[in-house]
Structure formats: C-alpha cells, structure tokens
C-alpha cells in the first residue's frame, strides 16, 4: 500500500509531466490531436447510418465510405475515384479522418466546412449521381429513418439539411488521437526512435512545416503545388482557380493533412506519388528546392509514419431495411 508521501510524490509526478508535456507542445509547430470534444451524440448515430448507406447513391451500392473507407485511413486507396457507372473520378479521394480540422473541405476549398461538404458527392453524376430528391425520397420511404430523423431533429419531413447535418456530425469524431508522435509531444520522450526524431529535425529545418503544421500536420492552408519547380500532371483539376476565376489561384490546393499519411497512398491531388518515399523527393525539389538524400527521405519518412494515431472504432451500423415504396437503385445505364 501507497504510503501518503508516496501518493503526494505521485502526483507532484503527474503534474510534472503534464505541465512538461504542456510547454514541449506549446513549443513545437505541430500539436498533439485532441479527442473529439462536443458532438450530438443523437446526430452522430444517425450520421453514422448514413454514412453506410449505399441507397444514398443512383446505383444503391456506392456510401460515402466507398471512397472514404475508415478501413484503410479514411481513404480509397486509389489514384482517383471510381463514381457511378464505374467513371474514374477527376481527383484523388481526401481522407475523412481528422477533417473537421480542415480550413474548408475539398482539394480546391469550395466547400466552407464538412455540412457542406457531404452534400455534393450525393449529387455528383460522377459520384454518387443522385439526387438530393432522390435521397430524401428514399429516406423517407423508411419507416425506420423517419422515426430516427423526428427523433434526433424534431420534425416530421426528412430534409437534405438534416441529413447533410448529421453526417457532418459523425465525421467531427473521425479524428486519431494518440499517435506516437503525439505521446511524444506530451512529453514520453521514449515515444520516437531515433530515426524518428532526426526525420522530424529534418522535416522541421527543411522547412516542411511552414505549411504543415498544426494538430493535423496540414489542412489549414492553400499553397501553390510546385513553387519552385513547376509541377507536371496530367490531371486537370485547377485548384482554387476553380473556384475563384482567379489566375493567380491555379494549381493552389488545400494542404493536406499529414496524419496517418502511412495510409493514405498515394499522394498528392492527382494521386501521382504511389509511395512516401516517392512523395517526400517530389515535395522537396518541387516545394524547397531540396533533394533529399537517401538516407534523409528515409529518415522524414520514419518520421511520417509515426503521425498514425489511433483509428476511428464501433460497431457497424445495422441498416434499416428497405420497403416496397422505396425506389429501386438503378446501378447499370
């Protein structure tokens, strides 16, 4: 048994620490990850149905976890997307994990936060390729859906506002907290490897921070893809040029989050770098100015990998079944 100036000592530990950890992270331009924080745990549930839930979708098969699989890092693992009728999507799929940090959503920043976000893929014809009418139609079609929606929002018509709602709800608990990196910027300083902790001295005087920093790593700003090199690609996506009309805002896009980056290959908007080795070279000639030795990009990637937090975990969802009103998927044609 703990003496009483045994526990004292143990607490004056604790707080040692903590205050420790504290000041290291205040220190450094990457914070830790927070667990999620406030949510509606009611909208969170339902959101995570509709998440599943393929019948969102023209052809009753594609969910938003088709290219946002929580499975593989929040993301699909593919170059680009494949959408209805199996169209190859214009751009490499982002991850869901840790968006609600993002400074708006999409590569090209048209959608101001993750409501906003969840409506499009729905009724993109080359995603989803719905309707928000179709949606809502077949929604309401369930009897199970409408009891839930009443129940969490208070109102007896299913809306897209709601629906939008709700998803983004569950995706504000998609974050991974605890990664190794994490532990270490609270103050475990056994938490890195060496390896580690020279990649992220290098990562850090190299100059990657400038735009990858913050609790995700990222996400927080647009930056113009090849600042000193010019960027090659095929892909034809503008970025923000897109979006603005504005000359200057071409081939600017969304910084990515660096968080669980091991997972979530290949790289880059137009999913060009099939591994991170590959990633870390491209990004420090074409953004720095810098070739990184072999045994430094090995160094920054050790580091990367060690920004893989704990991922996201519950019970699937069990779906409502559907009735002989609801309108039929139509996957082919």
Not at 34 to 40: A, Y
Not at 101 to 129: C, S, T, Y
Request: with cysteine.
């Amino acid at each position: 048994m703990k003496t009483k100036a045994t526990f004292v000592r143990s607490l004056l530990a604790v707080a040692v620490t903590g205050v420790f950890g504290s000041a290291l992270a205040a220190d450094e331009p990457i914070q830790p990850i927070r667990p999620v924080q406030q949510v509606n745990l009611a909208q969170v549930e339902l959101g995570k149905k509709l998440y599943f839930d393929p019948r969102l979708s023209k052809s009753g098969f594609i969910s938003c976890n088709s290219c946002h699989n929580l499975s593989t890092g929040g993301t699909d693992n593919l170059k680009t997307s494949i959408g209805h009728n199996w169209q190859q999507g214009p751009i490499n799929a982002p991850t869901v994990l840790n968006s609600s940090l993002n400074v708006a959503q999409f590569w090209d920043g048209r959608a101001v936060d993750l409501k906003a976000q969840a409506g499009g893929p729905i009724a993109n014809p080359g995603e989803m390729a719905a309707s928000h009418t179709l949606a809502v139609e077949v929604l309401s079609s369930i009897p199970e859906y409408v009891i839930e929606f009443k129940q969490v929002f208070g109102q007896d018509k299913v809306t897209i506002d709601e629906v939008t709602q709700a998803i983004a709800e569950f995706e504000k608990t998609l974050v991974t907290p605890n990664s190794r990196f994490d532990k270490w910027l609270l103050g475990d300083k056994d938490a890195l490897t060496a390896t580690e902790l020279a990649g992220y001295n290098l990562f850090k005087t190299s100059g990657c921070v400038a735009c990858h920093n913050g609790s995700a790593v990222g996400g927080n700003s647009f930056q113009k893809m090849g600042v000193v090199t010019p960027y090659k690609t095929t892909n034809t996506a503008e970025g923000m040029a897109g979006v603005t009309g504005k000359d200057a805002d071409r081939f600017k896009f969304k910084v990515p989050t660096l968080r669980n980056v091991e997972m979530t290959y290949p790289y880059f908007h137009d999913g060009a770098a099939q591994t991170l080795t590959e990633a870390v070279d491209i990004m420090g000639r074409l953004q720095l100015g810098k070739k990184f030795t072999a045994e430094e990009n090995a160094k920054i990637v050790a580091f990367l990998k060690a920004l893989t937090g704990d991922q996201p975990s519950f019970l699937m969802p069990i779906l409502p079944p559907s009735t002989d009103k609801t309108p039929p998927p139509k996957p082919f044609g």
